[in-house]
């Protein structure tokens, strides 16, 4: 079973045993007057409040330093994409110059252009002698 903390503070506040979580004996149990008890019962609300309040400025602090985080993993995917950016035009300025390079191969002579990476100027023609 679950008991929240607000509970158990308004407990241990009103609660005057001098062993926690036992019920002290019948003959001891004091009553305090009914002023003494609205005033602590006053006095856990009101730690109550703060202890939450200064929960939620932690809860508050903490997502404040995700957000900071999260800002700077996107200002860095940011820069990430960008140079991968750059180096893609880089390559397809690359691509583009040597896509030019292979159409003045191909286009420079009438032979195919592995011939031409080879150094081979023609094709070797035989004699009727059987030289070349």
Do not use: F, H, N, Q
């Amino acid at each position: 079973m679950l008991v929240s903390r607000a509970e158990l503070t308004i407990l241990a506040v009103t609660s005057k045993s001098a062993r926690p979580g036992r019920a002290p004996p019948p003959s001891t149990v004091a009553t305090p007057p009914a002023g003494d008890a609205d005033l602590a019962i006053v006095r856990s609300e009101r730690d109550l409040a703060r202890s939450e309040r200064d929960l939620a400025r932690a809860e508050l602090a903490g997502r404040a330093d995700v957000v900071d985080a999260l800002r700077l993993v996107i200002r860095l995917s940011e820069d990430r994409a960008r140079d991968l950016s750059t180096a893609l035009e880089a390559e397809r300025a690359r691509t583009a110059g040597l896509t030019a390079e292979l159409a003045a191969l191909r286009g420079g002579a009438d032979l195919p252009w592995w011939r031409r990476l080879l150094g081979v100027s023609s094709t070797p023609r035989l004699s009727g002698d059987g030289e070349t």
